[in-house]
């Protein structure tokens, strides 16, 4: 199918839609949203084989594995109770994914958050700790994933995306807060999130 | 009044966890109050809040990386009424001085204390945040007027206390 294009490339695109463009090296939805990851077909690597296992040399059997992998680490997390700046086997192993696989993880962790049948409490665990990573690779890819769930259904939720934007300290994330501070119906989480608006300076 | 460390969403009430019913707590409120071999600890804040920001640094300081600090304050008072046994026992953070004149443990507990401290802090104690930024100048005043030990405290909280404007 491919025989005479150059580079033809899959990329997933932050709602979850998978495209193909063919011949270019910047990949753009017709909506105009760029995407999160997007691999050159003629030059993926298969991921190495350390663990945990994953990569069966296509981008989608790499997403779907790592969703996977993002349900077994909720589910192992389900019995932990968090704290606040105090590292967990669930922050280590996400934090360790995240490391490995870049956007790509970014984008199976975000499957999971805005999945109403996930662990609300894991989620916003979640979005606090790649609030904390140190990492430029995703940086565009974490702030997008916090950004989005300041609109989730979950309090807690959009709380940890608020936490997670805090610690991210961007000054691009100040729109969606803005916007996330004029539908909040929550008191305290609105005060919050002025707070940290307030804390990210000008944009 | 007596702080404990806690997380602010889990106490969240109707309406505003929509399936909660009035004057009830979520659950998980309880896995703020966890206690080890009946005891919890807890930290002793004067009436006008003057060592708030030394409890808070030594406690926000005594982790692996620097975030916002959640924390819940009651009555002493309250916390006596409820039968609850208080101890003045030494704590184990970064700051001696708050070590040796702050912790106090709360020991003997039962069920029932716990849901009745669980309540009082629903009821009059108050829920408040301490932003990381807040966080990171209070650690770095205690380090610099060597109130907190900063051996003992992690490199990754250090670097941020540092780099905080």
Redo the contacts between chains.
């Keep these: 199918m491919f025989e005479n294009i150059q580079n033809p490339m899959i990329s997933v695109y932050p709602a979850g839609i998978a495209g193909v463009v063919v011949g270019a090296n910047r990949a753009v939805a017709p909506s105009g949203i760029e995407p999160i990851v997007s691999v050159g077909l003629g030059t993926y690597t298969p991921t190495p084989p350390s663990s945990p296992t994953i990569g069966s040399g296509t981008l989608r059997g790499i997403g779907t594995e790592l969703i996977d992998v993002m349900k077994r680490l909720y589910w192992q997390a389900s019995d932990e109770?968090?704290?606040?700046?105090?590292?967990s086997q669930f922050s280590r192993s996400l934090l360790d994914l995240l490391a490995k696989y870049g956007a790509i993880a970014v984008s199976a962790l975000a499957k999971l958050v805005t999945d109403a049948r996930a662990n609300e409490?894991i989620s916003?665990e979640a979005l606090?700790w790649i609030g904390?990573m140190d990492d430029g690779s995703t940086k565009k890819h974490r702030l997008w994933l916090l950004e989005r769930s300041l609109s989730s259904p979950s309090?807690?939720i959009r709380?940890?995306a608020t936490?997670g934007i805090?610690?991210m300290d961007d000054p691009g994330a100040a729109a969606g807060l803005r916007e996330a501070i004029e539908s909040e119906?929550?008191g305290?989480?609105r005060e919050?999130m002025k707070?940290?608006l307030e804390?990210l300076g000008p944009a | 009044m007596l702080l404990r460390g806690i997380r602010k969403s889990k106490w969240y009430k109707s309406p505003a966890v929509p399936w909660l019913p009035q004057d009830e707590l979520q659950a998980d409120a309880l896995g703020d109050l966890s206690t080890s071999s009946n005891i919890l600890s807890v930290w002793l804040i004067n009436e006008d809040k003057s060592n708030l920001e030394e409890v808070v640094a030594a406690l926000a300081s005594n982790r692996n990386d620097l975030t916002n600090f959640d924390y819940a304050v009651v009555s002493l008072k309250d916390v006596l009424n409820a039968g609850i046994n208080v101890k003045d026992v030494g704590g184990e953070t970064a700051d001696n001085h708050a070590n040796e004149h702050w912790h106090r443990n709360l020991e003997e507990l039962t069920v029932s204390h716990l849901v009745s401290l669980a309540r009082t802090i629903q009821g009059s104690g108050q829920i408040k945040r301490v932003t990381q930024k807040k966080v990171a100048l209070w650690i770095r005043r205690n380090i610099e007027s060597g109130q907190l030990d900063s051996t003992r405290i992690e490199q990754r909280i250090l670097s941020k206390a540092r780099s905080v404007n």
């Design positions: 109770v968090f704290e606040d700046g105090v590292e409490e916003a606090r904390l309090a807690r709380d940890g936490l805090s610690f119906q929550i305290e989480l919050d707070t940290a804390e």
